[in-house]
Nanobody
Framework: QVQLVESGGGSVQAGDSLRLSCAAS?????MAWFRQAPGKEREFVAA????????DYADFVKGRFTISRDNAKNTMYLQMNSLKPEDTAVYYC?????????????????WGQGTQVTVSS
């Protein structure tokens, strides 16, 4: 069993930055960030393999967000720069019992409780 705890969300202005953290208990392989805006489906943001050698980003965050992980701390991060109002959502971290970078929600076995990010214009 793996438990995931996100932190670092908050309310910021457009153009600001935030860094989200996801602390894991237990062994993790590929980890990912997803987000869900009000009235919308949960969507893929970014994923990283256990070694960090493979990373995937959704097109809408390329060049603005950076995913990383510190395996010594069993923690994953999402550095979010140049935030836009449309980035407003609950951000979730997830991990899967396997390797490979995948975008589908169904591929992920464990989820955190989410952290709210609100970006105002």
């Amino acid at each position: 069993q793996v438990q995931l705890v996100e932190s670092g969300g908050g309310s910021v202005q457009a153009g600001d930055s935030l860094r989200l953290s996801c602390a894991a208990s237990g062994r993790t392989f590929t980890m990912a960030w997803f987000r869900q805006a009000p009235g919308k489906e949960r969507e893929f943001v970014a994923a990283i393999t256990s070694s960090g050698s493979t990373i995937d980003y959704a097109d809408f965050v390329k060049g603005r967000f950076t995913i990383s992980r510190d395996n010594a701390k069993n923690t994953m991060y999402l550095q979010m720069n140049s935030l836009k109002p449309e980035d407003t959502a609950v951000y979730y971290c997830a991990t899967r019992r396997g390797m490979g970078v995948l975008r589908g929600l169904a591929h992920y076995d464990y989820w955190g409780q989410g952290t709210q990010v609100t970006v105002s214009s």
